[in-house]
């Protein structure tokens, strides 16, 4: 179980980063990066921004939830605790 749990924060952290690139600092966001009106015809320019802004931050609350669900399994999976990792 653990072991799916690391590889499901893996996959949010790869999937944020690739949120995080994606935005424009500028405001501009995907639109600018992706040629302007073409973008702004299918999506439409607040749209797409919007999408990438909300899937960040779902992505960053998924993965504290993870991380935090994670850290009570470890702990709470022996007297121990965290040295369960060491063996």
């Known amino acids: 179980m653990l072991t799916a ?3 499901l ?10 949120a995080i ?5 500028k405001g501009g966001g995907v639109d600018a ?6 973008t702004t015809q299918m999506f439409g ?3 797409s921004t919007d999408f990438i802004e909300k899937a960040t931050w779902y992505l960053a ?5 993870l991380c ?3 850290s009570l399994m ?3 999976a022996g007297a121990e605790g965290p040295a369960l990792l060491s063996e």
């Open 33 to 38: 990066s992706l040629g302007g009106t073409a």
């Open 45 to 47: 320019a607040a749209k």
């Open 9 to 18: 924060i893996a996959m949010i952290c790869v999937l944020l980063m690739g």
């Open 5 to 7: 749990m690391t590889i």
């Open 21 to 25: 690139l994606i935005q424009n600092p």
């Open 68 to 70: 935090i669900v994670t």
């Open 74 to 76: 470890i702990t709470g």
């Open 61 to 65: 609350i998924a993965l504290f939830v």
